[in-house]
């Protein structure tokens, strides 16, 4: 089932990256946001089925979009060179996708998800 994704990211070749993989894999990417500010306005009134957040947008954290997602019932996937390890300790239950990842890797994580209608 094709999912609308929320990409956040604040490298623009590797969202870039991002977005041809989740096309690749019969997904949309409905909007990408590369400041947390934006992150969390598209978090609190955006139109998707799952985002992927980068864990650190030019030096912030991006768990309180973590947290607006949380709280509407969206499932999320974080992305970090640093793994598990890199998240903070109320989210290390979150899955988690480890930069850099192979096409394959996006597609088991996302298949992994409780998606609503799934």
Same mark, same amino acid.
């Given at each position: 089932?094709?999912?609308?994704?929320?990409?956040?990211?604040?490298?623009?070749?590797?969202? /870039?990256?991002?977005?041809?993989? /989740?096309?690749?894999?019969?997904?949309?990417?409905?909007?990408?946001?590369?400041?947390?500010?934006?992150?969390?306005?598209?978090?609190?009134?955006?139109?998707?089925?799952?985002?992927? /957040?980068?864990?650190?947008?030019?030096?912030?954290?991006?768990?309180?979009?973590?947290?607006?997602?949380?709280?509407?019932?969206?499932?999320?996937?974080?992305?970090?060179?640093?793994?598990?390890?890199? /998240?903070?300790?109320?989210?290390?239950?979150?899955?988690?996708?480890?930069?850099?990842?192979?096409?394959?890797?996006?597609?088991?994580?996302?298949?992994?998800?409780?998606?609503?209608?799934?």
């Amino acid at each position: 089932m094709p999912l609308r994704i929320l990409v956040v990211e604040d490298e623009m070749t590797i969202a /870039l990256m991002i977005e041809d993989m /989740l096309i690749q894999l019969g997904h949309e990417v409905v909007e990408l946001a590369m400041r947390l500010p934006r992150a969390e306005e598209l978090a609190r009134q955006a139109a998707f089925d799952l985002a992927l /957040l980068d864990v650190n947008l030019d030096g912030r954290k991006s768990f309180p979009v973590a947290d607006i997602l949380s709280a509407r019932g969206i499932p999320f996937v974080f992305a970090t060179g640093y793994g598990a390890s890199g /998240l903070e300790n109320g989210y290390s239950h979150c899955p988690v996708v480890t930069k850099p990842f192979m096409m394959e890797d996006l597609k088991t994580v996302i298949d992994s998800l409780p998606l609503p209608g799934a």
